[in-house]
């Protein structure tokens, strides 16, 4: 397994938990998110390690952005 995590940019509320989970868990691989609006963190385990620019995407499709951190 491999953790990755990022600060975004943007979450206000659950939703905005909720669009962010559901775009970076389409990519491959991904095991497990964890998501928090209030402190913009953003974990995510996978079974192999993922591009950072994949996730980065992920999350702007969703509406925010984010870096790794
Ligand atoms: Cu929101």
Do not use: K, N, W
């Not at 995590?5 to 491959?28: D, K, Y």
Request: one cysteine or more; a negative charge; charged letters at 25%.
């Amino acid at each position: 397994m491999a953790t990755a995590e990022f600060q975004v940019t943007g979450m206000s509320c659950g939703h905005c938990e909720t669009a962010v989970r559901e775009e970076v868990g389409l990519l491959e691989g991904v095991e497990d998110i964890q998501v928090s609006a209030e402190s913009g963190r953003l974990v995510v385990t996978a079974i192999e390690p993922l591009e950072d620019a994949a996730v980065l995407a992920a999350v702007e499709e969703a509406g925010y952005s984010a870096v790794r951190v």
